[in-house]
């Protein structure tokens, strides 16, 4: 029986049982592996027959061996996850990560990019401010660079989009809440620093609906990334209020909930699944942080790996295939539920 063909460098690391990266490094430079890695991968060219695309591989060695990531805000724990995940990967490829933060800025986000473009990096990952970008400019900066969004999506721009889906996370929350106590309300920044905001707040009202329920968005004041102190101010202006409309509180993500948990521990209301608890509280993102808060934080939960390594292989796919797709794609990853004492 004839071997299967194989297309790409992707189908034959998966076949040889190497892993992308180190097939990715090899063909950018065959002594950057060890020697007994080479046999291997030489010996499976010789066993399927393969032969890369050594054209699309030698217009890339013009560029340097740079990519970029940018983020929005690298002191937020999920853009450093992400990021984390996303260095290693890159450096176990051979490439060298740069890693740049736009810090919640229009004008530093431009000029960040601006910046990448002139050090004609071999690819660039992009995760965008969303709504507060330079669509231009970004638009721009695709046309000349490589380039792969992740987590917030801005429609048509870059090669690929890699996220988390939304309506997968507040689902869940909203099903498991709604069944197991008092529907929840959503408590949300009212001017929201992250694009993915307004996702959940649509997806929480679309669920509601569906389960014949009232909703009841609270929006609370604050502007920028600290989203902590903006959930402890408003938690604390509701809690003193008596303004909260149910007893559980589903937030739009873990950084307003820590902020709100704080807020209930400063006025005396109880959190929790037992009987002398007041209130449930849960929330979205799985925060690094979110199992060490007290009460621990029930929360959907992004799948970090699944969308750093997807992200990056795509890239890799992108850059091996001289910088362009046949078309754009979108990649969504699912949330996971996951039941901690706070709800």
């Avoid at 202006?237 to 559980?248: K, N, Y």
């Avoid at 521990?265 to 699944?273: I, N, Q």
């Avoid at 925060?287 to 997807?310: I, K, W």
Wanted: glycine share 8%; charged share 25%; aromatic share 10%.
């Amino acid at each position: 029986m004839d071997e299967p063909k194989i297309r790409n460098m992707e189908e034959f690391a998966a076949v040889s049982g190497i892993s992308r990266p180190t097939v990715s490094k090899y063909f950018h430079d065959p002594d950057s592996v060890r020697p007994s890695t080479r046999e291997r991968i030489e010996a499976a060219l010789e066993h399927y027959d393969y032969r890369p695309n050594i054209y699309a591989i030698n217009q890339n060695r013009r560029l340097t061996k740079n990519i970029g990531v940018v983020v929005p805000y690298l002191a937020d724990p999920f853009f450093a996850e992400i990021a984390r995940m996303i260095e290693r990967q890159c450096i176990d490829a051979g490439y060298s990560p740069l890693l740049f933060s736009s810090h919640g800025e229009r004008t530093l986000e431009n000029d960040i990019l601006d910046g990448l473009r002139s050090m004609k990096p071999a690819g660039v990952l992009l995760a965008p401010l969303g709504r507060g970008s330079d669509r231009s400019a970004i638009e721009e900066f695709c046309k000349h660079v490589p380039t792969v969004l992740f987590d917030s999506n801005i429609e048509g721009m870059g090669e690929a989009f890699i996220g988390s889906d939304n309506y997968s996370f507040v689902s869940q929350t909203v099903e498991y809440l709604s069944r197991t106590g008092e529907p929840p309300c959503f408590f949300e920044m009212r001017h929201p620093a992250n694009p993915n905001a307004n996702k959940r707040r649509n997806a929480y009202l679309s669920m509601m609906e569906r389960l014949g329920l009232e909703p009841h968005v609270i929006k609370i004041e604050g502007i920028g990334w600290g989203f902590e102190e903006i959930g402890r101010q408003g938690g604390l202006r509701l809690l003193q209020e008596g303004a909260l409309p149910t007893d559980t509180v589903l937030c739009s993500n873990d950084r307003l909930a820590i902020g709100f948990l704080s807020a209930c521990y400063e006025t005396g209301v109880r959190v929790g699944r037992t009987k002398d608890c007041s209130l449930r509280v849960a929330s979205h993102d799985d925060h690094p942080f979110s199992r060490f808060t007290c009460p621990s934080l029930t929360t959907a939960a992004h799948d970090y790996a699944a969308v750093s390594d997807y992200s990056v292989e795509t890239l890799f796919k992108l850059i091996e295939g001289g910088g362009r797709f046949d078309e754009r794609s979108d990649t969504l990853f699912p949330a996971k539920l996951v039941l901690r004492d706070s709800a």
